[in-house]
């Protein structure tokens, strides 16, 4: 194991910081507010995320660290060691999620949990689930430095397999499918081999599963993934929850012509009727009051060729709004505009739903919670729903969940361009600790 | 060989229709209007149509006689039987080409060509080219049923591998270049080989090369492979001209962008633009006077997946035009568009065309002398491009040419549904051959 740079950097500086925590301590007291956790050690928490592309970082400030590779496998080595450090007792549960544990001191109060993930898609950036792992160890780190005992006990969870789709969470609601252990995953490793590799066990993967009311609260900070902080240069996104998602296939069905003898009057082109949707799908989802997205993110012309009136139009459309019922708003004005398009071009149009996530709000407590996490700190903050989809997501089956956003540079993620300065990785931080520790005093 | 029913219903009915021209004749002559010529036997060109299907019928009203295939070869060798017994000197040329001659009474004059060709696409229908080459062949059997001499020689041409990009009509026009001779055709064979199946030989395919300015004119009588004549009821197309092609790559590029997390309103999202552009393709077409044409026939969106906003769209644009300047003006329109939209989008544009073929107008006098006899025979007429590219579209470059059209039910082509009635395709073949008696005459 290689020496922990980091750590010896807080040893070297600890002192220093907690001078200046104690000073703010002791302001809030002065102010009759309650007394306020120290503030995370910033250097420390970037050194952390920045140590973590030893393992599998490609050299472009991008990472690769597939679920179950190697680079995987160290990089949870390097995790484990970082939580005990934090006086954390580390395991592996059965679906092969990392678990670092810390007691509390009432003992009927049920867990809080803290926790992202780290691996990668590949080729990807060195910030998504790595800020809210890294932050989640610092906080953990910050605790015991400053030997700040919690009323419930604390989880840190690192979840395994976010990226090919949420395996480790979900397989603590149960809802890891027999047939997906069969699928190979990016490294190679079909997902069954790869919960042995981690230290689980495939065949009693169903044990993992935690009952619902297990938890006090999970709290999951991330960064943004879009550029929405960024644009409003704000610095804390309080998310309202994971959009729910609809995906659609669309057929437009026309007439196929000869592009040379048949006149513009007569056509029945489906390419044109599509292009009217593509539109149509566009507007309504941007004009609506509310932040709902639509996309055609796929189209093909039949049969395809330069000199042929396209017959027949294969697209996909996809909606998302926090609320399922949003989508169906958003669906219903789509659903409208085709059949007027239907009528204008002489086509029939065909709109049949292949997919359906269900949206997860966060919990209206726990958006208070952290907004006045971020106001106490003075940061900037909006309210402002999740696109992507999240561990979260799979956690809100167990009790309630909040989840902190912090800017990325551009909205690019998925991508070694991806990035979050390291002042908003550490105000993402101190308002993940600020508000466990809230959480843990209500 | 086997017997030749068609010829067979004409030497029993001859006498009875030879009756009712020359009743023609005399009415003609009556009127002080010059003599017309016969009309053609209607139901003799429509049973030689019918005995084509022997070759390559696909029993469903389809013919698959692909260009040097064995039912091509035995396609040409009935063709053979079938000008011989109109007095035809029947010969192969170095290209490859059928073709019957007849001579003329001057022997200073040009010979006039009539003709199409026979061969099929894969699946194809049994009226493209065929009702030409029987219109044809009903031409010279009416000439020699009442022995009619020319002043001009008569070549009647069945030019080879039309479908597979006009081999035969390109080769007299000195346009077939060296490496097309490898190309291996539908029928398996490449065209050297195919050349030398029909008769030709493709290592002196140069000489078939025949000179600007040594013909009469060429007159081509085709199935029209749109909808316009049926949809107008009209009995004859005159045909103006074969429209010039131009067909371009279209890449618009926007911003890749997770559908999820980017808001509707900071998306640059290439494939919304790519339907404003083909929206804008088919309204500038439409709108602009004129019978020009605009297809976006192809469309890929990248990376086309159903959850990512698109970054970029592949397209096609073609725009067909009698007139290469018309082209022009739908282009620059189209163009003007695409600044437009990219202004609006946030994206970029680029159009690189990547093929061309240049308008093939057909000889004004021929248009007049196509319509006059039309109308001479009562047939309602219209003039219009054709959309398709032809034989003709070759032989404009040695002399004037005239083409012919008959309508096509549905405008349906390329497909064992392509139909042209008994009725239409008599009346072509009686417009051929007044024509061409007209021509001479001038």
Redesign the interface.
Known sequence: MLPDSPIEDHRRFGRRDFLKRSAAAAVAFSTGFPPQPPTIDASRVNAILARFRRFGGTGDGGTTRLAYSDEDLAGRDYATGVMRRAGLEVSTDLAGNLIGRRPGTDPAALPIIIGSHMDSVPGGGSYDGQVGSAAAFEVALTLADHDIALRHPLEVIIFQNEEGGKTGSRALVGRVYAFELDIVTASGHPIRDGIARLGGDPARLAEARREPGSMAGFLELHI?????LE?GGTQIGVVEGI?G?R?WNVTVRGAQ??????????RR?A??A??????AA?EV??TMPG?Q?????????IP???????GEVRA???I?DLEMTGIDRVFTGIAARARTIEADREVAITLAQF?ESLAAPTDPRFRNIVEAAAAGLGYSHTRMP????HDAQSMAELGPVGMIFVPSRA?I??SPDEYTAPEDVARGANVLLRSLVALDGR
């Open positions: 943004e993934q879009g550029a929405l644009a959009v998602i995906r012509n000869h592009a040379g003898t048949t006149p513009m009057p007569l082109d390419l044109v599509a292009a009217d949707f593509v539109r566009n989802a941007t932040r997205v639509a996309t055609v993110g796929r189209i093909e012309a395809g060729a330069p000199n042929v009136v396209p996909t459309l996809e998302r997919y999740s696109g992507a989809g909205g993620s998925h």
